[in-house]
Structures are given as structure tokens and as C-alpha cells.
């Protein structure tokens, strides 16, 4: 992993104040050098500057970009963030074309694809990805991200101006572009965060990539298109043969994910997803003559105030024990006191550049800090809830029929602190409700299934599109915060393309969620944990968070110069902070609830700061 930024102007000459558009190319990639600082680069052409900060993950001593080569006198130049996994299936057919390797990087294998197969090379790669290529002769830039949208690539066009980086706060390093918001980025902020719309980047101007698609700018201006996108198809396979290839697919996307030339470890919470990556990557390790390093999470307390509800029935600690009874793993078990996660609230919105998931991003950014001590690269069992239909939103009538996003469709609870002329004016009720039903119409349907099936499709494509890329965002912002590259397994194109065909009675057999995963792995972990209810990602029931959290609003209330004032009633915030908090009825997915809507107004003022937002 890496991270990249650059910028094309052809109404510019960048060579001519070469000193100050390095510069320029430099500062960009230094704000993004905690996703890798192993090497840095940069190339400054007429109209273009690539700025490169790497993590070594593969070819360690070779791979330093930007990456440049040359065929019939034509330059192109990449500068590339994320890993691919079949490069072994694509080297070949480059090599009967006459490329000769000097790396054994996967960088130059994407730059060769383009050289040799143009834009048509997108489609080819197997991988998470996001990178930019010049192509000098044709005078373009090509930006391009993976299909499920593992890698971010934001980018701003103003006044024949496009500028991109990994992360947005590199654009702001871009002497044209600074912060700014309008009353969408409220209205995201307010009815839809910690998601965003898809292609929204929040600030005023600034944009993301979408998922799945290529863009690319020339001189004739800025044009996006799709190169992959799910279909809907019929299901032709018996239950039988589904669960077989549930196990091939599965199996062999952790096997692919295993590539590197540095250790790999995984996130093991003793939940189904996590244990069955954590299970494949031991046995792959044990054929190749290695013991994987395993990492747990929890907080400070919970042994004593951990509160059962529907959504977090147990606690993970004894289905963790179980296995690591049965594979032979190097196990550490990582917690996080209340002072530090309420402390990385604000380093979690640097992190994003946002406002984020509250204490489930701060928490997240402190384990990666302490797993990056050992590994550079993690397996995670992030996506199968949304692939496989994990979510009680999935089965749960109230939910799965809500009249909105289902993780998300009582605006009240988001409106419970906001001064009714803010309200008013944003109208967020409404743009959550059109983002919705846009969202909802594009998902792709087979003519003639009834109303039913219909919702299912309706339901699995908002999750696939907004839920899973909310928690991809935040996987790659806190890791990637300490150059720890995280992969996700469950998020290979062949299953997502697979699954979004199943049959909703075969994933949710006898009443079971997620049971084709289940059965696809029957023998592969011990029952207890293979068949166990579904616990999420944990979170903090100690009081002492609530209240450090509930302290420190107060004092943002009191302070008068606090920007957050222009949205919140004060009144209103002191009866929420004076009533007990509910720790079972989230406002967003199933982990933020009542101390995590205090901590999202802390997010809000902290980044309204930190940008100067007016």
C-alpha cells in the first residue's frame, strides 16, 4: 500500500517553475506519508506532477515509483496505492507481447497491462486498487479505482485544473484549493454521515472516483466511466453446488490475498468472518513453513460493564480462546482504555479528513498503531455481512422494510441536538431520502421477480454501495494511518458478482444468517464459533467514556468561538446530555448509539476547526 497525489493543468507550464511545483508535489505527499514513508518519488512534466510515498510490500528493493517506461518513444508514468492478486495470470500474455520485467512488483505489471491493452486493462485486475498513469503521447491522465472501492482517490477539477491524492488533505496542499462547505456537505454530514454519497468527497469541489470506474482528463476536459458494475442474473446452481462454490471462492481469495514479500497477520475477533480468514491464512502459513501472527480487540472494563443486547449478544474473548486451541497462531490480545479512545476522537478525523464512525474509527486507529509494531500486513473479515446478508436489516422485518437506509432511516435520532432553523433550512429529512431512492432505483433487477426478491436486491446493493464502503473507508483511513496495509478477502469481485445472484432462502437457510457461509465452511472451525449469532466489531460500555465524552461537549457548549454553535441548540444538547444514554438503539449501523451521537458532535466541531469551515 501507498499513498499517491499529483496534478494536471494544459493550460500550465510546470517545468518552468520547476523548483516550486516539486515543492508543491512534495508537500502533497508528505501529508499522505503515513500510508507508507519506505520510499518517495516524484515526476514533474509540462502539464503533470506524480508524487509516490511507499509501503514495501512486494519486490521490496525494486518497485520505486512514480514507475516510468517507454515503447516506441511514447512515455507513460503510474503511481500506483494497493496490491494485486493475479499478476501470475497476466505476466504471461505481456511477456508473449515482447514486455521485458525489470521489477517483480504488481506496479509495473498495471503500467505494461495499460500499455499493452489501454483502459481495457481496468477490467483485468484482480486486486484492491487505486492509480493515476500518464500517458504522455495522447496527452491524458488516467485515474482509475477497483470495483468494490478497497482504495480511495479523490480528486477536485477547477479552472482546468484536476488535482488527486489517496487521501483528501493532500488536494489542500495544492496552492488552488483550499477547505470549503457548502449546505450539501451539512446535509451529508447531518443525514448521512459518517457515509457519504457515493462520488461526494463532503468539502465544497471535492470528489472521489467511483467504484468501478476510470476517468481520465485531456485537454477536451474530465470524463468517468464504468468499467465493472454487478449484473443481475439468474441462479442456476443447486444449494450443493452454491456451497461448493462459496468454498472455492472464499479459499482461494485468502490464498491470492497472501501474496508479499513481508509477514502477513490477521484481525481475529472470534466472530465467524474474522475466524474463517484467520483459519485460511494459518493453514497457508503452516504449508509454507511460517506461524501467522493473530490480534483481538477490546476495551478496558467491558469484562465489567458489558451490557447484552440484540445487536451484541456475547462478548468474543472465550470463541477467541477456542481457537487458538485449534490453530497454531502467535496471539496478542490488544485493548483500549477510555482516556485514549476518547483522546483519538480528533485523530481519527484527521485520519478521514472527516468526521467518522466516533470511537469505532478512534478505537480501530489505536489497535492498527499497535499491530503495525508487528506486521505491515493484516487479513480482516471486513464485507461478508454485506455479501452474505449478516445484518439484521437483512431478515428483521421492521428493519428490512424501513422506509429509508435501513442502518439509518429514523432522522430523528440525528436531529435530536440541531437548532430547528438548521433543520429547517437543510431539509435533511429530504436529501437523505432522494439520496435513498436513488440509490434503491439503480439496483440491478431480473424482469418478472416479485415484490419480495426485489427488496432483497434493493437492500443487498445499498449495503454493497454505501454500508460496506462506509466501513471500507474506515478500514483503510485508520490503518493506512500507520502504514499498516489491511486486506479484505471477503470483498474479491468474484464473490460479491456471486453472491448478489444467491437465492436469499439459500444464504438465510432455516432461519440462519449468513448459513451458505456456514455450511461453505463446515469442518474449517469448531461448531461453537462456526454456528455462533453475530457479534460487530466491539465497542466500550464502560460509563467513564460517556462521561469524559458528555465533559468535554459541555465544554464545547460553553465555549462561545466553538463553530459547532451554527448547528447545535444548547438547550436541547443539555437534555441529551442530562438522560440516560441507550446502548441498544443505534442511529447509525448497529454500533453508534447514545455516547457515540456526543462523540459525532465532538467529530463535527473538531473538523470544522481544523479546516476553518465557514
Known amino acids: 500500500m501507498c499513498g499517491i497525489s499529483g496534478f494536471c493543468d494544459f493550460h500550465d507550464h510546470f517545468t518552468l517553475q520547476k523548483e516550486k511545483w516539486l515543492d508543491v508535489l512534495i508537500d502533497m505527499r508528505r501529508s ?206 443447486s444449494y450443493a453446488q452454491t456451497v461448493e462454490k462459496v468454498a472455492f471462492l472464499v479459499r482461494d481469495a485468502i490464498r491470492r490475498q497472501m501474496v508479499s514479500d513481508v509477514p502477513v497477520c490477521s484481525f481475529l475477533s472470534g466472530g465467524l468472518d474474522s475466524s474463517i480468514i484467520t483459519a485460511g491464512a494459518s493453514k497457508f502459513m503452516e504449508e509454507n513453513g511460517g506461524t501467522l501472527n493473530t490480534f483481538s480487540f477490546d476495551f478496558t472494563g467491558n469484562d465489567q460493564y458489558f451490557k447484552s443486547n440484540s445487536f451484541q449478544p456475547t462478548r468474543d474473548r472465550p470463541y477467541v480462546e477456542m481457537l487458538l486451541r485449534q490453530f497454531p497462531v502467535r496471539h496478542t490480545y490488544l485493548e483500549c482504555g477510555t482516556e485514549i479512545l476518547a483522546d483519538l476522537l480528533s485523530a481519527a478525523v484527521s485520519a478521514k479528513d472527516l468526521p467518522g464512525m466516533t470511537d469505532v474509527d478512534a478505537s480501530l486507529l489505536y489497535f492498527c498503531s499497535l499491530v503495525k509494531q508487528h506486521n505491515k500486513v493484516a487479513l480482516t473479515g471486513e464485507c461478508a455481512d454485506e455479501i452474505f446478508g449478516g445484518y439484521p436489516w437483512f431478515y428483521r422485518e421492521d428493519l428490512f422494510h424501513a422506509d429509508g437506509f435501513p442502518w439509518s432511516h429514523d432522522i430523528a435520532a440525528r436531529t435530536c441536538m440541531l437548532r430547528d432553523d438548521v433543520i429547517e433550512k437543510l431539509q435533511l429529512d429530504d436529501y437523505s431520502r432522494q439520496r435513498y431512492e436513488e440509490s434503491r432505483t439503480a439496483a440491478p433487477k431480473l424482469d418478472g421477480e416479485n415484490a419480495e426478491e426485489e427488496r432483497r436486491r434493493e437492500v443487498s446493493y445499498l449495503n454493497i454501495r454505501w454500508f460496506m464502503q462506509t466501513l471500507l473507508d474506515r478500514m483503510d483511513r485508520t490503518s493506512m494511518a500507520y502504514g499498516l496495509e489491511a486486506r479484505v478477502p471477503f470483498a474479491d469481485h468474484r464473490i460479491v458478482e456471486y453472491l448478489y445472484n444467491v437465492p436469499w432462502d439459500m444464504k438465510y437457510q432455516n432461519g440462519v444468517e449468513k448459513a451458505l457461509l456456514r455450511d461453505a465452511c463446515v469442518g474449517l472451525l469448531p461448531n461453537e464459533v462456526l454456528y455462533r449469532k453475530k457479534c460487530p466489531y466491539p465497542k466500550t460500555y464502560n460509563p467513564a467514556y460517556e462521561e469524559i465524552l458528555s ?64
Not at 494485486?84 to 508473449?96: A, C, F, G, S
Not at 443505534?586 to 469551515?613: C, E, H, R, S
Open 551 to 614: 465533559r468535554r461537549l459541555r465544554a464545547v457548549l460553553e465555549d462561545k468561538t466553538a463553530p459547532i454553535h451554527r448547528f447545535i441548540d444548547k438547550e436541547k444538547a443539555d437534555r441529551f446530555l442530562s438522560s440516560p444514554k441507550d446502548y441498544g438503539r443505534p442511529w447509525f449501523g448497529q454500533l453508534m448509539a447514545g455516547p457515540q451521537m456526543i462523540a459525532y458532535m465532538l467529530q463535527v466541531n473538531d473538523w470544522m476547526t481544523k479546516y476553518a469551515i465557514s
Open 32 to 237: 499522505i506519508a503515513h500510508r507508507g514513508n519506505d520510499q518517495t518519488g516524484e515526476y514533474l512534466g509540462t502539464n503533470i506532477g506524480l508524487a509516490h510515498t511507499r509501503l514495501s510490500i512486494r519486490d521490496v528493493a525494486g518497485g520505486i515509483q512514480p514507475m516510468r517506461r517507454c515503447a516506441n518513444g511514447n512515455d507513460y508514468v503510474i503511481v500506483y496505492n494497493g496490491e494485486i492478486y493475479n499478476t501470475d495470470e497476466i505476466i504471461p500474455d505481456l511477456r508473449k507481447k515482447g514486455y521485458v520485467f525489470e521489477t517483480t512488483c504488481d506496479t509495473e505489471v498495471i503500467l505494461y497491462a495499460y500499455m499493452a491493452y489501454g483502459t481495457a486493462c481496468a477490467s483485468m485486475l484482480n486486486g484492491i486498487f487505486a492509480f493515476a498513469i500518464w500517458d504522455a503521447r495522447a496527452r491524458r491522465l488516467v485515474l482509475c479505482r477497483d470495483r468494490l472501492g478497497v482504495k480511495p482517490l479523490f480528486y477536485t477539477v477547477q479552472d482546468g485544473l484536476l488535482a488527486f491524492g489517496s487521501e483528501i488533505k493532500a488536494l489542500f496542499c495544492h496552492p488552488r484549493i483550499t477547505p470549503q462547505a457548502d449546505d450539501d456537505s451539512f446535509r451529508e454530514i447531518f443525514a448521512i454521515g459518517p457515509a457519504r454519497t457515493p462520488r461526494s468527497g463532503v468539502f465544497k469541489g471535492i470528489n472521489e472516483v467511483l467504484p468501478g470506474h476510470l476517468a481520465i482528463f485531456s485537454a477536451d476536459g474530465f470524463s468517468e466511466h464504468s468499467y465493472w458494475s454487478l449484473e443481475a442474473k439468474p441462479h442456476t446452481d
